[in-house]
Every structure is written in C-alpha cells, then in structure tokens.
C-alpha cells in the first residue's frame, strides 16, 4: 500500500505536530496530532482507504465501470475524486444529515450523488442494492458477505499510521464504523512497543462503545451530531472483533466538547473539524483513568479539516 501510495503525484507524509500547550495541560510530555487536513489534495484521510481499494478492485475486475459507495462526507469524496481521476462515473449516496456544504463538495468532483431521508446505515443499504452486481461498490463498512473491499479500504490506512516515525505511549482514535481504528489495531500489535490505544465516538452515535459494553455487535439508532464523520450506527464486521480484542478504552464525547476541541487545535495551528478534533475531546475525558505521566508521547489522530 505504501508504494502505490508514494507512486501518486499529490502524495506527502502528512505532518504530526506537536502542541505544547495541551501537553501542559494533559499533564504529559508531548501531545502530537497526526494533521491530516490535506491528504492527497482532499482535507481528510479518506483517501488513502478509497484509493487503495479502488486500485486492486479495478486489478480484479479492468474496464470502465461505476463506482458506488454511501458516505457521511469524506469517504463519498475521495471516492468521486478517484472516479474522476481515472475517467468513471461515481454514485454516491448520503443520509439526510450530511450538511450541504459536503454534499456540494462530493458535487464538485464530477459524482452523481441521492440524498436518503434515513440514517447512514440506510444509505449504505441502498448503495449496496444499487451496486448489485454490475456496479463496483467501494464500501468502507463490512458486513457478512461484503468483507474484501472493506479490508482493502483498511489497509489503505496503514500508511498513515507507517508515516509515525516517534514512538508513543498512547494513540487517540475516532470511531466511526471502527475502519480507522481498526487499522490503528492491526498496525500497533504488530509492533514491540505497542501504545494503548483509546477509540473515540460521538455520545449520539455510540456503535463500538455501545457494543463493547454488551459483549457483541450491537446496532443502534443515531442522532444528528457535528461529529458528522463519526454518525454510523452499525460498527464494521471486520473492525468489531478487532477493536474488542484490540482497544485498550473507549470513551464517547459531547458535540460541545468536539467543537471545544477544533477550537483549541485552531490556536495551536491545526485545522480540524468536530470529527478530527474528537480525539483530543476524548483524551481530555478519558485523561483521568489514563496512565500517563509528565514523560508520556501521546499521538492523537486528526483525521479532517475544519469545514
């Protein structure tokens, strides 16, 4: 994955910036953001999952055809600039939460895009039925059957996490339907010196959180958060065992706590939207059961820009 990726013209290592201040504040020696506001000319992670995918589903199957994914912004985007790049149409559907602002943004790279008046479990059912067999659906959750494209996608990840050179005591990472985080799993044990790894997600979108606590995959119903990115109601298939056994804590964090959070990234020069800034969020909820000193590295995972 890392040679396709640098064989990209747009490709650079994205920056990992310290921010003293929280450090001071967390109580620890380094805080470090993983900036991920401008990766491969988008401004968010998600095309290092997308385009990966794209690359070995279009190896297995050449030919001109559509590709097909549902999305809460980012991922539907990344998808419709490698469709676009490559000369193929793009459908991409959304629930009816996702702001304008990203839908006009998924516009603007060529795509066709279908607003679901439902959630964004919904939208990946009718992305799926819509694919059917003829269709290259570029899914970044899994569920039975639909396992391939999904790991493709989260492997795609693993670049980013291979850019971190500085080793850590601790990495922060959003949750959604887990992909991110499952990636951050799968690359930290197989390293020596693993980090504990803390999950973040949104209070109104708990998935992982929900079904760690119940022992199983659990789907539940989501409400509208600015944490748009992170709003899924059903956790990957893939990720789910891999989280459970993987995760060190979870924590779930309010929509004011996020913004709070983008903001206080803002002053130490880190462009990052609620979904992003969750990390640090979660950390500040989590920091007091956490064992951290003043020598502790803590790498949080910033995984899209402001809007």
């Known amino acids: 994955m890392l040679a396709f990726h640098q064989s990209l013209p747009a490709y650079r290592p994205t920056p990992l910036t310290p921010v003293p201040a929280l450090a001071a504040e967390l109580g620890v020696g380094r805080v470090l953001v993983k900036d991920e506001s401008s990766r491969l000319g988008l401004p968010a992670f998600k095309a290092l999952g997308a385009w990966w995918a794209i690359h070995r589903k279009l190896r297995e199957r050449p030919g001109p055809a559509e590709l097909v ?9 990344a998808v419709a600039r490698r469709a676009s790049m490559l000369s193929l149409p793009a459908q991409i559907f959304v629930p009816d939460v996702v702001p304008e602002s990203a839908i006009a943004a998924i516009r603007s790279e060529g795509a066709m895009v279908t607003v679901v008046p439902d959630s964004y479990d919904a939208a990946v059912a009718e992305a799926a039925a819509y694919a059917g067999d003829d269709r290259l659906l570029i899914q970044d959750s899994a569920w039975p ?35 991110i985080a499952q990636a951050a799993v799968t690359h930290y044990r197989s390293t020596d010196a693993a980090p504990m790894l803390l999950g973040v997600e949104p209070e109104a979108a708990s ?35 891999v989280l459970q056994a993987g995760l060190d804590h979870a924590v779930t964090v309010s929509d004011d706590a996020a913004l709070q959070a983008s903001a206080d990234l803002a002053a130490g020069g880190i462009t990052s ?21 003043g020598t502790s ?5 910033s995984t899209a820009a402001a809007s």
């Open 69 to 77: 994914t549902a999305t809460d912004g980012n991922h539907g985007r």
């Open 145 to 179: 059957g639909y396992e391939v494209v999904p790991q493709w996608i989260v492997d795609g990840y693993s670049t980013l996490f291979r850019e971190i050179e500085e080793p850590a005591d601790l990495v922060v990472v959003p949750m959604g339907v887990g992909s």
């Open 297 to 301: 590295t803590v790498v949080l995972i």
């Open 273 to 293: 939207g609620p979904s992003g800034a969750a990390t640090l969020a979660g950390l500040r909820a989590a920091r007091s059961r956490l064992p951290l000193d």
């Open 207 to 241: 998935c992982v959180t929900t079904s760690l606590l119940a022992g199983e995959l659990t789907s539940i119903p989501t409400s509208k958060t600015v944490m748009g990115g992170l709003n899924c109601g059903t956790p990957s298939a893939l990720a789910w065992p």
